[in-house]
């Protein structure tokens, strides 16, 4: 079965810091991952997505993440960290054989000025 | 602004009664989902659409669910007979799929939270 993991509730962090959110998978085949930020009572907004090739990918408003095939896992990182970064961060997953996405639980950044 | 529209926003319906929520895709997608998400835990899927087609539902959707989308473009969701275990916030998004390795990603409207009292 597919799922995905963010052990962390919460991350907190201050404004200029590098921040980390931690996310792993267990899928057959080869995954599509994902990760969405989700600000109050608005709805997900994609940030970047893996598919294939470079395990460092980029996205959407200075984020990154990192593939990592042997530990199954694809954490979101930032270098500097923003008070306007604070949100809820869901890693999701693509199985290989379905086109449906499988959320994490969610992980609440707060940046602290 | 993403492009895909949930209409209402909120609804507030008493046990038993039935509610319909209406989804707008981003114009072009073919793809179509519908997601459910409880306070503090990541979207749970219901069922997707190809075009008009329902190509996969949840065992999370019981009988009192139903989707449709029946011209290939806006999307309905009903719930009869509503429960309180019902009021979660339901999201609604759309992608463009092509092949595997040129679909887009999803995007995702704002929602309609359901409170059922």
């Known amino acids: 079965a597919q799922s995905v993991a963010q052990p962390e509730d919460q991350v907190n962090v201050a404004e200029g810091n590098p921040l980390t959110v931690k996310c792993t998978y267990s899928?057959?085949?080869?995954?599509?991952l994902f990760w969405y930020v989700q600000y109050p009572n608005r709805g997900l907004q994609f940030l970047l997505k893996?598919?294939?090739?470079?395990?460092l990918v980029k996205g959407s408003y200075g984020f990154e993440a990192e593939f990592n095939k042997s530990q199954t896992s694809f954490h979101l990182k930032k270098p500097s960290a923003l008070v306007s970064d604070s949100a809820l961060y869901f890693c999701?997953?693509?199985?290989?054989?379905?086109?449906?996405?499988?959320f994490g639980s969610g992980t609440r950044l707060l940046v602290r000025p | 602004d993403t492009g895909v529209s949930q209409d209402p926003r909120h609804k507030i319906t008493k046990r038993g009664q039935n509610v319909t929520f209406r989804c707008d895709p981003i114009?072009?997608?073919?793809?179509l989902y519908w997601y459910r998400q409880t306070l503090g835990q990541g979207p749970e899927f219901l069922t997707y659409?190809?075009?008009?087609?329902?190509?996969?539902k949840s065992r999370l959707l019981s009988d009192r669910f139903s989707a449709e989308r029946p011209k290939g473009s806006f999307s309905t969701l009903e719930i009869q007979r509503t429960e309180q275990g019902d009021s979660a916030m339901y999201l609604c998004?759309?992608?463009?799929?092509?092949?595997?390795?040129?679909?887009?990603?999803?995007?995702f409207g704002q929602g309609t939270r359901l409170t059922v009292v």
């Open positions: 659409f190809q075009n008009e087609a329902q190509l996969e």
């Open positions: 998004a759309s992608s463009l799929h092509r092949d595997r390795a040129m679909n887009t990603e999803a995007f």
């Open positions: 999701a997953v693509e199985g290989d054989s379905s086109y449906k996405l499988i």
């Open positions: 893996y598919i294939t090739g470079d395990n």
């Open positions: 899928v057959s085949g080869n995954p599509y």
């Open positions: 114009s072009e997608h073919n793809r």
